[in-house]
């Protein structure tokens, strides 16, 4: 496999989170807190702040670093949510969240700017944008404007809607990677220092073409970046496992494995425990990875 012509050097693996220094010298876990009524995994889904602030303090005992608060599912098929629904509802669980766990580090899930800034605004540290900038021309300013907030890029094409219309692909990995290319430089001309790539697993892939991906994720590294990685309870596993979201925990846990192995950074998941145990019997094998 060819590489694309991107520069090669040591992962970057401190960011700097609006003053909180977050070090990745071993693989993080990132929890998902959903305050969305259509999450595809409905054991996710947190309406009740106090609901929300006890399933974020139980994640945070079982080893979370951090926590992704989304108000809008980008399942393939979700339907479109308006901005003003978006901010009622993850602003008031990041304040909330803030005020409460004070110590813990949040990542607001969203493609838009405004909601983005709300959210910072109201504690957050870091951006996850499932688009990388594309979906809201405001985005990478807005981000840049905020001063020492990571950003978080995710590759996909279309919307949720569309998104399995759009799975043709040269070489998945070298597309995918040439991608991230020209987006890495647009963020960082806008002015944004701390950045995190997240291949997309679901997002415009087939099955075949997920694998593929995480087979090649060791190639990823040559951003010099941190390489999240979400594929929790998702259908490329359910589909391999013949299992429902609700059952497919385990094929989860193999997954998070094979893409630590590969060198994976982040796993971004919904459940914290069984992400821990997979960071801990790969570091009990291998040593400091």
């Given amino acids: 496999m060819d590489i694309p012509k991107l520069q090669a050097h040591n992962t970057k693996l401190s960011l700097n989170c609006r003053g909180k220094l977050l070090v990745l010298s071993q693989p993080a876990v990132m929890g998902i807190l959903n305050v969305t009524p259509d999450s595809f995994f409905e054991g996710s889904r947190m309406r009740a702040l106090d609901d929300l602030l006890k399933k974020a303090e139980n994640m945070l005992k079982q080893g979370a670093t951090f926590f992704d608060i989304g108000g809008y599912s ?49 504690g957050a540290h870091i951006i996850n944008d499932v688009s990388s900038g594309e979906d809201d021309a405001d ?19 279309g919307t949720p809607q569309t998104m399995q219309q759009f ?33 997309g ?16 994720l060791h190639h990823f590294h040559v951003t010099g970046l941190p390489v999240l990685v979400g594929v929790s309870r998702k259908k490329m596993i359910q589909n391999i496992t013949y299992r429902d979201a609700a059952g497919a925990l385990n094929g989860t846990s193999v997954v998070n494995t094979i893409a630590l192995l590969n060198g994976a950074q982040i796993l971004r998941v919904h459940d914290v425990k069984e992400a821990v145990e997979c960071i801990n019997i790969v570091k009990a094998t291998y040593g400091n990875f």
């Fill in 74 to 122: 980008t399942r393939p098929g979700a339907a479109e949510v308006a901005i003003d629904d978006e901010i009622s509802r993850v602003v008031p669980a990041v304040e909330y969240l803030h005020k409460n766990l004070p110590e813990a580090v949040l990542s607001i899930d969203t493609f838009r700017a405004k909601v983005a800034k709300y959210a910072i605004e109201a």
């Fill in 167 to 199: 799975t043709q692909y040269t070489d998945v990995t070298l597309d995918v990677l040439e991608y991230f290319n020209q987006k890495i430089a647009a963020a960082k001309q806008a002015g944004i220092v701390d950045l995190i790539v997240d291949p």
């Fill in 139 to 157: 985005m990478l300013s807005t981000v840049a404007a905020l001063g020492a907030v990571p950003y978080i890029m995710m590759h996909k094409r």
């Fill in 201 to 216: 697993f679901g997002f415009a892939k087939t099955q075949e073409q997920n694998y593929e991906l995480l087979k090649q």
